[in-house]
């Protein structure tokens, strides 16, 4: 299916047939029940950093670096330039989370490929949009997404300790608690709350990894 002049891939089984660059994958989008999930066209823009702005006093702690990245509107296009970047060196592919019905701009959820077939997924959701699911309907297409497309070995989230919410996701999707490496290396922003410019002692990082279907 086209949407536009992405390919299209609703929420399925693995191994999906997908386009690929010289580095990484086409463009595409994901929709489920509820969801269109895709890369960011320079249009959005204005609604990327809305919600950024809008959000800002309670993602400063855990996304230091994107509000850095994104304090004003004119340096919004820049970022998803970087995005689009990112799409076809395969270093990174992000998504924007929309409402299929609406057309609301809901938040962004992304995948990192990190080294021995291991691929890390993080998100945020405006205020708004939590507590109704959304997470964990993006989450499970972007584990469809990071199996199948990316043929990642291993999904990792990591999250603080004190955010129960986060937890519960991962583990509704089949991610288990797993003690990562000390090596691994960690994103410069955060996701899903995974780490805090200054943080406390009781606020323990914790991973969780999902691995791959057999056969």
Same mark, same amino acid.
């Given at each position: 299916?086209?949407w ?9 089984? *693995? ?7 010289f580095? =990484?994958l086409?463009?595409?989008v ?5 969801l269109?999930l895709?890369? +960011?066209?320079p249009?959005?823009?204005? /609604?990327? *950093? #809305?919600l950024l702005d809008q959000n800002?006093p309670?993602?400063e702690t855990s ?6 990245a994104v304090?004003?509107?004119?340096h919004? =296009?820049? #970022?998803l330039?970087a !995005?689009?970047h990112?799409?076809?060196t395969?270093?990174f +592919?992000v998504?924007g989370?929309w409402?299929r019905?609406? #057309?609301? *701009?809901?938040g962004?959820?992304?995948?990192m490929?990190q080294?021995?077939?291991q691929a890390?997924?993080g +998100? *945020?959701?405006?205020?708004?949009a939590?507590?109704?699911g959304? /997470? ?5 297409v972007?584990?469809? !997404?990071?199996?199948?497309q990316?043929?990642a /070995?291993r999904?990792l989230?990591?999250?603080f300790a004190?955010n129960?919410? =986060? #937890?519960?996701?991962a583990q509704a999707?089949g !991610?288990?608690p797993s003690?990562v490496?000390?090596?691994l290396p ?5 996701r899903?709350?995974?780490r805090?410019?200054a943080? /406390?002692p ?5 991973? !969780?990894?999902?691995?791959a279907?057999q056969?």
């Amino acid at each position: 299916m086209i949407w536009g002049s992405l390919l299209v891939l609703k929420l399925g089984g *693995y191994g999906s047939p997908c386009l690929t660059t010289f580095f =990484g994958l086409e463009p595409l989008v994901l929709l489920t029940p509820r969801l269109l999930l895709r890369p +960011y066209e320079p249009g959005d823009a204005a /609604a990327f *950093y #809305q919600l950024l702005d809008q959000n800002r006093p309670r993602l400063e702690t855990s996304f230091p670096d994107r509000l850095r990245a994104v304090p004003t509107l004119a340096h919004a =296009g820049a #970022q998803l330039a970087a !995005f689009a970047h990112d799409w076809r060196t395969g270093r990174f +592919y992000v998504f924007g989370i929309w409402h299929r019905d609406s #057309q609301t *701009y809901l938040g962004d959820i992304c995948l990192m490929p990190q080294r021995g077939g291991q691929a890390e997924i993080g +998100y *945020y959701l405006t205020r708004e949009a939590e507590g109704q699911g959304y /997470a964990r309907e993006a989450l499970a297409v972007v584990v469809h !997404f990071g199996f199948g497309q990316v043929r990642a /070995a291993r999904l990792l989230i990591r999250c603080f300790a004190d955010n129960l919410r =986060g #937890q519960a996701v991962a583990q509704a999707l089949g !991610f288990e608690p797993s003690v990562v490496p000390a090596e691994l290396p960690l994103w410069p922003w955060l996701r899903l709350g995974s780490r805090r410019s200054a943080v /406390a002692p009781e606020l323990e990082i914790l991973h !969780f990894v999902r691995h791959a279907p057999q056969g």
